[in-house]
């Protein structure tokens, strides 16, 4: 009876858009989770590497509280990931896109430490001291063209005292960042010409090993702050991707990736301030996260450091905030802060630096991958423009302030 089929279906289909339309209806999830897991809890990347990352800032924020005694290799370890991640993208892209290269770097750590210096400045620099407020707006103005460790070379010893009167000290690490990828972005052009590539890193790393351990020789511990001793941190990452991949059991690479996390960990535990680089003893966390970035889905990675990937993911604005607030408020305080204070401080820094990252770091870094090549050129070009402008304002400040 196909008229009788044809009209039970048709008499069901009415009901059928009722019922629908009287079950729930589930809400899309709304932008700020689509935001979090984009950001937070990202599958497309190594979120071991993140979480060392995270650990890396943990270290450093703890060293500069007062702490943590060996958390300087927090560093080393910024310095070794780094290293590993623009080998990546300058010299694993074939082609390889100069222009795109610049941009991306720019966009990435440009608008979060104008903002920063910006700010800092604005709220600082009207009631310090006129002394302090010199250095303080000459060190500003360097750290924004990214000379900043030239000028700590000349002006203060990282471990002491005084160092506490500066709250743009820290952005010595970020200048010897944008002078490796200056080294790496030259070295990508001429890899067309280059035959032995290999060969050209192995010897600027040997070169570079060797300059450090002659300055460890000398006792120079100026050289703390300088690209060419910390170059070999920088290539060793890099080289990652010239060695052949580690191909361990399960066990073993669980075990060799627990030991490598433990000489992290041990280091910025018990490390004295005599194993800063230049030192012999900056060789094993480096190397540490050299093993750890080679070895990838380990059973010991995804328990220990993966929880502390968010952590990796704003590490760059934890970074840049936590020594100015400390600095702040030392000199609002009248005394080196401690204990809850301190601890008061690094959690108001957690906030703003969350804030950094969701308002300005994040921003920047969608508007450069969803706009033309052309707008994404001259927004580089603005950013540019306006640390340099800054630091122009800040060096005459400086200026002004020691004339009188």
């Not at 934890?318 to 802060?337: D, E």
Request: aromatic residues 14%; proline residues 5%; hydrophobic residues 55%.
């Amino acid at each position: 009876m196909p008229g009788a089929r044809r009209f039970a279906r048709d008499w069901r289909k009415p009901w059928k858009v009722l019922m629908l339309q009287l079950e729930p209806i589930q809400p899309a999830p709304g932008r700020w989770r689509t935001i979090v897991e984009k950001d937070f809890f990202p599958r497309n990347r190594r979120r071991d590497v993140d979480g060392l990352r995270g650990l890396a800032v943990v270290l450093v924020v703890l060293f500069h509280a007062g702490w943590l005694k060996g958390g300087f290799i927090g560093v080393d370890i910024f310095v070794v990931i780094s290293g590993y991640f623009m080998g990546r993208s300058a010299l694993m892209q074939h082609p390889f896109q100069p222009v795109r290269f610049v941009c991306r770097r720019l966009y990435r750590l440009l608008p979060a430490l104008l903002c920063m210096i910006a700010v800092t400045s604005a709220g600082m620099l009207w009631w310090v001291l006129q002394s302090d407020r010199a250095d303080i707006a000459s060190n500003g103005a360097y750290a924004l063209v990214y000379l900043s460790n030239i000028w700590a070379a000349g002006h203060v010893g990282y471990f002491q005292g005084q160092a506490m009167a500066y709250p743009f000290l820290h952005t010595w690490s970020l200048s010897l960042e944008m002078q490796f990828y200056a080294i790496i972005f030259v070295v990508a052009l001429l890899l067309p010409v280059i035959r032995h590539r290999r060969l050209l890193l192995l010897s600027v790393f040997t070169a570079s090993a060797a300059y450090c351990a002659l300055a460890w020789y000398w006792g120079d511990g100026q050289a703390y702050y300088t690209i060419f001793a910390r170059l070999w941190q920088f290539l060793l990452g890099t080289m990652i991707w010239m060695l052949p991949r580690l191909r361990l059991s399960c066990g073993v690479a669980n075990l060799v990736y627990a030991v490598a996390l433990a000489v992290i960990v041990g280091s910025g535990l018990f490390y004295p301030r005599s194993f800063a680089c230049p030192s012999y003893m900056a060789v094993f966390p480096c190397i540490a996260v050299a093993v750890i970035i080679m070895l990838p889905d380990t059973k010991v990675g995804h328990r220990w450091l993966v929880p502390l990937s968010p952590l990796g993911v704003i590490s760059y604005s934890v970074y840049l905030w936590h020594w100015p607030a400390i600095v702040v408020a030392n000199y609002l305080l009248f005394f080196q802060v401690h204990g809850a204070v301190m601890a008061g401080v690094l959690a108001l820094v957690t906030v703003v630096s969350l804030l950094s990252y969701v308002f300005v770091e994040r921003p920047a870094l969608d508007y450069e991958d969803r706009v033309s090549v052309a707008v994404r050129n001259r927004g580089a070009g603005l950013l540019v423009g306006g640390c340099l402008g800054l630091a122009v304002v800040l060096a005459f400040i400086s200026h002004v302030s020691r004339v009188h």
